[in-house]
């Protein structure tokens, strides 16, 4: 696997793990418009209506990219805990 950061696959690892928190926090962010989209008036607004559609391409756009670090980040594992001794 070819490393887009310089320093070794330590480091890309904690990039990546950072990556995860940061677009985790993104969408929680996030989850609070959508919240807001839900009070409304008598009938469904188009205000709500573009505040979500606003908000869900972002939130889509993240979990993406959350998915595909994170399936990075399991092929890059090549061993869990310390080695057996002897």
């Known amino acids: 696997m ?3 950061y310089a320093y070794g696959t330590s480091v890309r690892r904690s990039v990546l793990a950072e990556l995860l928190v940061t677009l985790a ?3 929680a962010t996030q989850l609070a418009g959508v919240h807001q989209a839900l009070v409304h008036e008598q009938e469904r607004s188009g205000t709500v209506w573009a505040l979500e559609w606003m908000i869900l391409p972002q939130m889509a756009q993240a979990t993406t990219r959350g998915l ?3 399936q990075d980040l399991c092929r890059s594992v090549t061993r869990l805990g310390s080695p057996n001794p002897g």
């Open 2 to 4: 070819t490393s887009r």
């Open 25 to 27: 926090r993104f969408n």
């Open 68 to 70: 595909t670090t994170a």
